[in-house]
Each structure stands twice: as structure tokens, then as C-alpha cells.
């Protein structure tokens, strides 16, 4: 591949002012081939602005409201989250979808105020292991990605798309390579079938249970193109050995890798 691996640190409800400044500290060098970003809990996206502004390491949130704005107490928008110099936010995770019972309608209408709002929203799908089991990976996906297709038309290529099997996440024992790859062909040929070019420029990642001792083997992989990672992007030197294995594999001697 000749586009930069992408690699997205999900916080979820942990760190700190002082962590995401020790993260600043590690990230004033930049890795060709690699973009990165931390999406932090919304109280740390001001010290984010402040401490990773003036490194090649970007920022985000980790969900943001379906509303512009009204009377919707504890809700975040999509244009307050932009407001401190965010370029992502992660939407309709496997976390938000089981704990707080949001629908695909409801992720279709947070991914479109994220778009109006100037962030790239990275849309996370993925099945439950009992629903792997029972050979249903390909209806859950197709059920969670159509509604956003058809509604996106054109700007579905403005979209990050993180597929993390439910079983994977927090497990330590990411997907198979095979599996990844059969899996992340599935959705980019699914893409491509319901939206057509518009789908080529789709950025489709791998989460759960990447770590710095795998991450090179799965961004190896032809079909990834970059990496969402949980718990080891709250320690900087694993975040930052993940990043360097995304800029190993977006060179063309590994871009080919099997």
C-alpha cells in the first residue's frame, strides 16, 4: 500500500492531563507512512489541543451527539468536539452499541454531524462470538454498514471504518490473519457493490487486542489499512512502537506482505 497506515488509540474512560502530556514528550518525532491519533475522554481534548499541536500526532473523541446542539443534557456535538482542533471521533462502538443501546439509525445520524462538522468519523463494526459461531459475521456486518452506505452516497469516502470482532476486544488474542483478511475483503467488497468508487477511498481498519507484538504481523496485511488500539495506546512507548511497525508496512518492501 502506498497511503499512510493509520493507527487510532482509543483512551475509553482512562489517563490524564499528565499522561497526555508524557505522550507529547514521545511524539515529537514523525514516522513516515504512519498517521496517528489519540481519541481521549472529552475533559482531556483541551490539553490534547495544547500538548500534541505542535507534534505529528492528532486527536480525537470517542463518540459524539446526533444534535447540534438543544436540550440534551450530558450530550457532546459534533462541531464542540472540532472546536478543540479534533480531526476524529470514533462512532457506534461495540461498548456504545451493547451498554448504551444505540441503534444503526442513531450511528448514521452521529456520522453525518461528525461529517458536517469537519471531523472524519471511524465507524466501528464487528460481531459478538456467539454470533461468529453460529456463521452470522457477514449479516451483522452487512446490517451495521448498510443504512450508513445508502445514507452517505458520496461522502462514504470520507469515512474510517474499524472492523473489531466483540470476542476480540480486551481478550489479548486478536483475530487470525486469515480471518482478517477474509473479513476486511468481505466489507470492502460489500462497499464497493452498494456504493461503487465512492468506496475506494475508504480507510478499513483492524481492533481488538492489537498490540506491539502483533501489530506489525496485522498491518502487514493487505486488506488493513491501519489499526484501532485500546489498552496499549494508554502506555506512549507501546503506542509508539505501533506506530513505528505502521511505518515499516506502508513501505513498498512489506506492502506486499502475505
Known amino acids: ?12 474512560m482512562n489517563g490524564s492531563a499528565s499522561q497526555v502530556r508524557a505522550f507529547a514528550n514521545l511524539a515529537a518525532c514523525e514516522w513516515p507512512g504512519c ?22 500526532l492528532r486527536w480525537g ?17 459534533a462541531r464542540m468536539i472540532r472546536e478543540f482542533g479534533a480531526r476524529y471521533v470514533i462512532v457506534g ?13 442513531q450511528i448514521v445520524g452521529k456520522v453525518q454531524h461528525a461529517l458536517a462538522a469537519g471531523l472524519t468519523p471511524i465507524v466501528c463494526v ?5 454470533e461468529r459461531d ?38 489479548g488474542d486478536a483475530a487470525a490473519p486469515g480471518m482478517i483478511d477474509h473479513t476486511l475483503g468481505f466489507i470492502a467488497d460489500m462497499l464497493t457493490f452498494h456504493a461503487g ?16 507484538r502483533n501489530a506489525e504481523a496485522i498491518l502487514s496485511r493487505k486488506p488493513v489499512a491501519g489499526v ?16 513505528k511497525a505502521a511505518a515499516r508496512c506502508s513501505t513498498p518492501a512489506t506492502s506486499d506482505a502475505t
Open 1 to 12: 500500500m502506498s497511503a499512510a497506515k493509520l493507527v487510532i488509540g482509543n483512551w475509553k
Open 134 to 171: 453460529g456463521e452470522q459475521t457477514a449479516m451483522v456486518l452487512r446490517r451495521q454498514l448498510l443504512q450508513l452506505v445508502r445514507a452517505l452516497g458520496r461522502d462514504l469516502g470520507s469515512i474510517v471504518i474499524a472492523y473489531e470482532p466483540v470476542w476480540a476486544i480486551g481478550s
Open 197 to 212: 468508487s465512492s468506496a475506494s477511498a475508504v480507510r478499513i481498519l483492524y481492533g481488538g487486542s492489537v498490540n506491539p
Open 61 to 77: 473523541a470517542q463518540d459524539c451527539s446526533a444534535e447540534d446542539d438543544g436540550a440534551f443534557t450530558g450530550e457532546v456535538s
Open 35 to 56: 498517521e496517528a491519533a489519540l481519541c481521549v475522554p472529552y475533559p482531556l481534548l483541551p490539553a490534547a489541543q495544547m500538548a500534541f499541536g505542535a507534534t505529528p
Open 228 to 243: 484501532l488500539v485500546g489498552s496499549a495506546a494508554l502506555a506512549p512507548a507501546d503506542f509508539m512502537d505501533i506506530c
Open 93 to 105: 462502538h461495540s461498548e456504545r452499541r451493547a451498554g448504551h443501546a444505540e441503534t444503526d439509525g
Open 126 to 130: 464487528g460481531e459478538k462470538a456467539e
